[in-house]
């Protein structure tokens, strides 16, 4: 997955040009420019590769969460619907804003469950927050059936699985907002940044503004800017936006490799007839940043996980007992350990999480593994990897 790993020639070019101009900010500052603005280039690449009207850039991917979730009004008491198996941002993005987050299940395809997340919809559900987990998504026309009929937005978090798109359209395009992150392990890298895209100008505009507090950015002079509303620091910087130029021109490239990699060892573990892959929705291509699969039981799983490691092959996960993504580690939600107080509405709303059944998630993540795909591998170091791999698992089968 990581981007960090072909640092070259156009990573440095984009850099030195802001260095040599010496404006490091992406608002103001024009005469200074020599004509660079790094960031409102990379908005347009994104923008026309996500085949979307509008994108957003901010300072990491729980930033565009957090932006994209207030760009649509999301506010103190409203119900963010998202699932067991995530990233602790997103739980984050919500309380930030007053928010509750309500945990549903996933399903086989390790995303929402979308009759998990019908069965949680009360007159609070604002938005469904599914979150396209190690490259692949959820059963997004399943998602966008509820949201039409019970009026809901749909925000796509496609941090993970920037490139994967689903029936013809990029992933991140198809909900009402969509959310990527360039932080430093990502497919793409700005060291630390983050996206939204949406094809709804309203949001768009209040992105913008809301991100670089409350700015209404009409004009040429910064101090002369009304402030139509409140908003927060989440700008990102020109230095970090040239990196993110410079790989997102690179995006292609980089799937391709990861997508020849998965191949070789999915190839591999299809010998294994007790190995069943996650399930990809009809119609839906991962980006290949993860090859995750289900051992027949948990306890096998854990055995094969640690064999694996044993074997040489390193960057293969277990979810299961993860503190930042799987919902059983996340102990400072469920006792709500906060620095200051929480909210009344997010103390009040807040369901009983220690007390919860997430029998269906445990089923699941309980006898997954996923394998991280490098870019740097070559193809018999893949190959060799593969076979360790197979030799690991049927050990343990
Ligand atoms: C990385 C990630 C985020 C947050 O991105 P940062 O840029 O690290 O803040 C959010 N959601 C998912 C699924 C992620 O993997």
């Known amino acids: 997955m990581p981007g960090f790993e072909f640092f070259g020639d156009k990573e440095r070019k984009e850099v030195q040009d802001v260095l040599d101009s010496g404006v490091l900010m992406r608002y103001g500052f024009d005469g200074m420019r020599n004509g660079h603005w790094k960031a409102e280039q990379l908005e ?19 930033a565009a969460l957090t932006v994209a979730l207030a760009s649509a009004g999301v506010g103190a008491g409203d119900e963010v619907i ?20 309500v945990l549903v299940d996933i399903d086989e395809t390790l995303t929402l469950n979308p009759s998990a997340v019908e069965k949680a919809i009360t007159p ?8 396209h987990m190690c490259g692949s998504m959820a059963n997004l026309d ?38 990527f992150s360039f932080d430093y392990v990502k497919t793409i890298t700005c060291g630390e ?86 399930s990809v929705p009809d119609g839906g291509e991962e980006n290949y940043s993860f090859l995750s699969f289900f051992l027949p039981s948990e306890e096998k799983a854990q055995k094969a996980h640690k064999a694996l490691g044993e074997n040489g092959v ?60 490098k870019l740097g591998w070559t193809e018999a170091e893949v190959a060799d990897r593969a076979q360790r791999m197979v030799e690991a698992i049927k050990k343990v089968l």
């Open 44 to 62: 347009s690449a994104l923008a026309k590769r996500m085949q979307v009207q509008h994108a957003h850039l901010v300072s990491s991917g729980t």
């Open 82 to 101: 998202m699932p067991t198996f995530t990233f602790v941002a997103s739980f984050e993005s919500i309380l930030a804003l007053g928010a509750v987050p």
């Open 124 to 131: 609070r559900t604002k938005v469904v927050m599914p979150v």
């Open 142 to 179: 399943a998602l966008k059936v509820i949201c039409d009929r019970h009026g809901l937005l749909l925000l796509e978090d496609a941090c993970q699985a920037i490139g994967g798109s689903y029936k013809g359209k990029p992933l991140g395009s198809i909900g009402d907002l969509g959310c």
């Open 193 to 278: 940044g983050g996206a939204i895209i949406t094809n709804n100008k309203d949001y768009y505009e209040n992105a913008h503004k809301y991100s670089d507090h409350g700015h209404d950015h009409i004009g040429k002079d910064r101090g002369a800017e009304q402030h139509p509303f409140l908003g927060y620091n989440f700008r990102i910087s020109e230095m970090n936006a040239a990196v993110g130029l410079a790989q997102l021109s690179r995006l292609d490239e980089f799937l391709s490799i990861q997508k020849r990699n998965y191949s070789i060892l999915r190839d591999a573990l299809s010998q294994i007839p007790e190995i069943v892959f996650r």
């Open 314 to 373: 390193d960057a293969c996960f277990y979810w299961y007992n993860n503190n930042w993504h799987y919902y059983k580690k996340w102990e400072h939600l469920t006792q709500l350990k906060s620095l200051g107080q929480l909210p009344k509405e997010v103390k009040e709303s807040l369901p009983d999480y220690s007390k919860a059944d997430f029998s269906e998630s445990d089923h699941w993540m309980g006898r997954t593994i996923s394998c991280l795909v």
